[in-house]
């Protein structure tokens, strides 16, 4: 599995410091840490442009690392773009989160079962199965129904610390730093590979003390924390008063800025435990969330930048600080995590190493990324080849055509007739054949306390 980690090393002692155009590259990093922020916005970050300081310590800590400004989530929903983080494909390749009972194959209704998204194809290597089989070991702290163990992505961790959340019932932050640093406290050996998962920002919006009341306590108004009743605020959206949106976005920033604190606590324990300096530590989210910006809320029925736009920030050994505009996926994540422990990246994968680009500034070819499956309402899919980005509404034939460079909020679509759109259609849908083929959709079976979770959330109408 290793590519010749003993060289690896060797020419990292002999060349430490030198600028190096081929053969050995940055050194190898000891251990590995992937923190996931459920429901983050990039834009809604201070190191994002935005403007409320929800997130000071991130901020500050971005200025150490390399901050991709354009990332795009590979679907805007939990399940099936986590599961491009740990495998490197989109949802057409790794199958979570396929809506079977839509697929224009035929399903045996016994193996499909009582929910009609398909788990993880179990033929698709994650990146906790090559690392714990190249002997490392892997842990996840992970929360959302969608990181349930019977959808396939507890896969290769050899401890999945697991807690069902749901929008009144979560597992905060400050309980999942806790539970990260007793695990690494309990290891023996330098390496590992943690994945750390946090919720906090999904509804509800209720941020502990002293962050509830931060930002709303600005905003004034009658309104009260948290916030609740996601299906009346979906339904509801075009007819709230502009006072309400805006204390709803206050109450989100304030679940921000409350993981921001979290986040902060996590880092300085790892800094004092000797363990940050030698690892590569990998920051990013599934997926962002709609405030009304084009007359909706929450995420999963739309592919516009508020809900696909996340936030990515690297640091490591031998990674030089700066901003980089280069557009990515969260799908590079993953063949960016193993090229950097010099491990084989799998076949198959739509996403591609980040890892020359931060250790010796090699550019990454153009290509086409690629979001697709909408949670709810109509389907969708997404294609940006920068700066232009074309939306296909595949129930209703409608595409939409966006200049991300000189209209980031999408507010003027240039039309789908064109030549332009047309070409970046026949790139999508070539690009999606192509990764699905030989994938297996597998359907799970709900007991009746996840069919219940998964409603509160609104995932289940």
């Not at 948290?226 to 709230?240: C, I, K």
């Not at 936030?311 to 799908?331: D, E, F, K, M």
Request: with cysteine.
């Amino acid at each position: 599995m290793f590519r010749h980690p003993a060289l690896q090393r060797f020419c990292w002692l002999l060349l430490v410091g030198a600028v190096l155009s081929s053969g050995c590259g940055a050194p190898a990093p000891a251990r590995v840490i992937l923190i996931g922020v459920d429901t983050l916005r990039a834009d809604h970050l201070g190191t994002y442009g935005h403007t409320r300081p929800t997130s000071p310590f991130l901020d500050a800590l971005s200025e150490q690392g390399v901050v991709f400004e354009q990332t795009f989530a590979t679907s805007p929903w939990t399940l099936p773009s986590f599961a491009s983080i740990f495998t490197g494909r989109p949802m057409s390749g790794h199958a979570a989160g396929i809506d079977t009972t839509t697929s224009d194959e035929e399903w045996d209704e016994a193996q499909v079962g009582t929910y009609g998204r398909a788990k993880l194809d179990p033929g698709v290597a994650t990146i906790a199965e090559v690392i714990s089989a190249a002997g490392i070991p892997t842990i996840a702290v992970a929360q959302n129904p969608y990181m349930d163990p019977i959808f396939g992505l507890d896969r290769g961790f050899d401890e999945y610390d697991y807690s069902r959340g749901e929008n009144a019932e979560k597992r905060r932050a400050d309980v999942v730093v806790a539970h990260a640093l007793e695990w690494i406290d309990r290891q023996e050996g330098d390496d590992f590979f943690l994945f750390v998962h946090f919720f906090d920002p999904h509804m509800n919006y209720g941020a502990p003390e002293p962050w509830g009341g931060l930002f709303t306590s600005e905003v004034g108004g009658d309104f009260g924390l948290p916030v609740t009743g996601h299906r009346a605020l979906r339904n509801n959206a075009a007819n709230l008063p502009p006072a309400r949106k805006e204390f709803i976005a206050a109450a989100y920033d304030e679940e921000v800025r409350f993981v921001d604190a979290e986040i902060e606590r996590f880092v300085v324990a790892l800094k004092e435990r000797g363990i940050w300096d030698e690892s590569l530590v990998i920051f990013t989210a599934d997926h962002g969330e709609e405030l009304f910006e084009h007359g909706g809320f929450e995420h999963g029925h739309t592919m516009y930048n508020e809900v696909i736009r996340v936030p990515l920030v690297v640091w490591g050994p031998g990674i030089a600080a700066g901003r980089n505009t280069t557009p990515v996926s969260i799908a590079d994540i993953a063949p960016t995590i193993l090229d950097a422990l010099g491990l084989d990246v799998f076949e198959g994968t739509m996403g591609k190493s980040l890892w020359p680009l931060l250790t010796r500034g090699e550019r990454l070819p153009q290509r086409l990324l690629v979001a697709e499956g909408a949670l709810w309402g109509p389907d969708l899919r997404a294609g940006i080849a920068w700066p232009h980005k074309v939306i296909l509404d595949l129930e209703s034939g409608q595409v939409r055509l966006f200049d991300l460079s000189s209209d980031p909020r999408e507010q003027e679509d240039l039309g789908g007739e064109s030549a332009l759109a047309g070409t970046l259609l026949d790139r999508l849908e070539m690009q999606i054949l192509a990764s699905s083929q030989n994938v297996r959709h597998q359907g799970v079976e709900l007991d009746p306390e996840m069919v219940r979770r998964l409603r509160s959330l609104g995932y289940i109408q």
